[in-house]
């Protein structure tokens, strides 16, 4: 090479390379302490690392945990990723994740009058219950391990249904729908790769990480072309405004087109496996669920409003009272209805009787009481 052109492109380009060459040397070195000591420190944690598809492919921690952390006194300093760092890599998943209801968990138990009543009055229990949950699918915008636990990152594990059974149980028993349903039980014999669909397969098809149905989790919405449905509807709203979480981001469909436009999705995934117009009727089938289910609502409701209006029940008591049955009881209905699960909809509808059966007797011992003065 001419001495000339050496000093203009040569040698910037030499130094270049040796800093580069440096810098991935550090890092390389960074990344071989970090494993070294944790090894020590948290030997299966490394292990689960060495496991994952993203160490196959030549990543090391620092991609995730930055390299200001080098030693035993300063961990603080590392850092700990949320959905900005995967994104940085991920940018498909991050977008769809954040456009669904699992990108806005986090603002929902904020706003949630029931959220802040707990917050204010028990922090500790907030913590470990609301905020366990919510949090662990969203804080900080995401958390991408509440499905792809770390230090695998597996993608198949986020398949299982036991990805979502830490949240989606209980009160809101997806889980144990799914699970008493023809579905989970051919799960179980068949395993993951038996043709059977999992959580992941009705609602995150083709790993679309965007999560939104057309009832969504209140089981009302925006137009309803049916009138009686709708008085219903109407009704519990109208209590479900009293326990805040109405007011959740995208809490139901607006709109009838929006509503069908997720059945007409999900008509599609059943498709796969069964007959369109079976799963159609199926799902319409489960539709009027919701409507009974919303009936009994209504009829719960205002009984529990006369007794509260006779003065029988104070505030919090008829707070929790509603909570309770609109929660645990009505929305059991059509979850297990949705998840195929006969006997959720049979024991639900049967606990909804009973405690409808109760608030009415109250009511009107309460007024035999009151006659008798
Ligand atoms: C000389 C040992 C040592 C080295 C080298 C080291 N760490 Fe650590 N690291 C620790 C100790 C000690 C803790 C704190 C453990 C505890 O709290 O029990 C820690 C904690 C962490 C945490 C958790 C931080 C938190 O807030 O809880 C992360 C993440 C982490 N290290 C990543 C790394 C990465 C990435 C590297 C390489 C850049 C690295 N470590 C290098 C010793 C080390
Ligand atoms: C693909 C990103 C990614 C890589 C690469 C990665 N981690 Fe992590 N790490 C995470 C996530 C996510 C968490 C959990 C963060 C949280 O809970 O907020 C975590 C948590 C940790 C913790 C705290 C664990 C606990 O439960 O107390 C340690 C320690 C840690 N990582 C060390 C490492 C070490 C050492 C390596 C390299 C062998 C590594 N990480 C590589 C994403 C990564
Ligand atoms: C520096 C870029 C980068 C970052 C940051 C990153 N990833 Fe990855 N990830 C990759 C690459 C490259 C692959 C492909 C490796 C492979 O073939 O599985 C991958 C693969 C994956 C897979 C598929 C693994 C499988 O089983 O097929 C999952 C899940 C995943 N990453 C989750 C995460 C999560 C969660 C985070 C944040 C905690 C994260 N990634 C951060 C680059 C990245
Ligand atoms: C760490 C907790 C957590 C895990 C794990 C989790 N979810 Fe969720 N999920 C939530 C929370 C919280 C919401 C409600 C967010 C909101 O409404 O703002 C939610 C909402 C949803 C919704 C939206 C329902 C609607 O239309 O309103 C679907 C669908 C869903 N999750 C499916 C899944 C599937 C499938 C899995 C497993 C692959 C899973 N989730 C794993 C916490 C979790
Ligand atoms: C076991 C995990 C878990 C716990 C504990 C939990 N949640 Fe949730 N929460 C969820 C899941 C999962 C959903 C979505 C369920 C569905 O769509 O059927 C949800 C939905 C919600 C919604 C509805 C948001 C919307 O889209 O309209 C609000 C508000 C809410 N939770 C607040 C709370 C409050 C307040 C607490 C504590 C008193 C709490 N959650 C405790 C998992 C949990
Ligand atoms: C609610 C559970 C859940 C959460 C939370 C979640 N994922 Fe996933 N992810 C899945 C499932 C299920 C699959 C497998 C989809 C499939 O192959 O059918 C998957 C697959 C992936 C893959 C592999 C893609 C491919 O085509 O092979 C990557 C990468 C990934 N997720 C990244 C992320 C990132 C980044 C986040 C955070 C924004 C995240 N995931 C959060 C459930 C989840
Ligand atoms: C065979 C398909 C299928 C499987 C498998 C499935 N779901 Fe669903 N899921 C549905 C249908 C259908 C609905 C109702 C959609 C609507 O609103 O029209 C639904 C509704 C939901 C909702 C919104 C509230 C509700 O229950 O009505 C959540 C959250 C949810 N499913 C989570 C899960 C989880 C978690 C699993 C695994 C334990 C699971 N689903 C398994 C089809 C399925
Ligand atoms: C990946 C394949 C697959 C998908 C997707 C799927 N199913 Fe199934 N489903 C099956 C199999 C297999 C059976 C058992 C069929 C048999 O033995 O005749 C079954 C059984 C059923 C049954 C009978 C339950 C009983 O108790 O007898 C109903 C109802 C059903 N599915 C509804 C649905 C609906 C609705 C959807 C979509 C929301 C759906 N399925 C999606 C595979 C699937």
């Known amino acids: 090479m001419d001495k000339k052109y050496f000093f203009i492109i040569g040698m910037p380009a030499a130094i270049l390379l040796a800093l580069w060459t440096q810098a991935a040397f550090a890092r390389a070195n960074e990344a071989h302490e970090c494993i070294q000591c944790h090894r020590r420190l948290n030997p299966s944690l490394v292990t689960d690392w060495e496991l994952s598809g993203m160490a196959e492919s030549g990543m090391n921690c620092t991609q995730c945990h930055g390299s200001a952390h080098t030693n035993e006194t300063d961990s603080k300093k590392a850092v700990m990723p949320s959905i900005k760092v995967c994104g940085t890599c991920h940018t498909h998943q991050a977008e769809r994740f954040t456009m669904g209801k699992h990108g806005k968990a986090e603002t929902a138990l904020s706003i949630s009058a029931m959220g802040k009543k707990v917050k204010a009055h028990a922090p500790g229990i907030f913590d470990k219950s609301c905020a366990t949950c919510h949090n662990s699918i969203c804080k900080d915008g995401g958390q991408c391990n509440a499905c792809h636990g770390s230090h695998k990152f597996s993608a198949r594990e986020a398949r299982k249904p036991e990805a979502c059974l830490p949240c989606h149980m209980g009160n809101h028993p997806q889980y144990e729908a799914y699970g008493n349903s023809r579905h989970g039980a051919l799960y179980r014999s068949r395993g993951l790769d038996g043709n059977v669909p999992t959580c992941a397969t009705c609602h995150m098809p083709e790993g679309d990480h965007m999560v939104k149905t057309s009832w969504g989790f209140f089981g009302v919405r925006g137009e309803e072309p049916d009138p009686q449905h709708s008085a219903a509807q109407n009704t519990v709203k109208g209590a479900v405004e009293m326990l805040g979480p109405i007011l959740a981001p995208d809490s139901f469909r607006p709109s009838m087109a929006q509503w069908t436009e997720h059945r007409?999705?999900?008509?599609?995934?059943?498709?796969?496996?069964?007959?369109?117009?079976?799963?159609?009727?199926?799902?319409?089938?489960?539709?009027?669920?919701?409507?009974?289910?919303?009936?009994?609502?209504?009829?719960?409701?205002?009984?529990?409003?006369?007794?509260?209006?006779?003065?029988?029940?104070?505030?919090?008591?008829?707070?929790?009272?509603?909570?309770?049955?609109?929660?645990?009881?009505?929305?059991?209905?059509?979850?297990?209805?949705?998840?195929?699960?006969?006997?959720?909809?049979?024991?639900?509808?049967?606990?909804?009787?009973?405690?409808?059966?109760?608030?009415?007797?109250?009511?009107?011992?309460?007024?035999?009481?009151?006659?008798?003065?």
């Open 264 to 373: 007409d999705k999900m008509v599609e995934i059943c498709s796969q496996c069964h007959a369109k117009s079976r799963a159609r009727e199926n799902l319409s089938a489960c539709d009027e669920i919701v409507a009974q289910a919303n009936q009994l609502a209504a009829e719960f409701i205002k009984s529990a409003d006369k007794l509260k209006a006779q003065g029988v029940l104070n505030q919090k008591e008829y707070f929790w009272l509603i909570r309770d049955k609109m929660h645990a009881q009505r929305m059991g209905m059509y979850i297990s209805a949705f998840h195929q699960s006969p006997e959720g909809v049979l024991l639900e509808l049967i606990h909804f009787k009973r405690a409808t059966m109760a608030v009415q007797k109250q009511q009107s011992e309460k007024m035999t009481i009151d006659e008798k003065r």
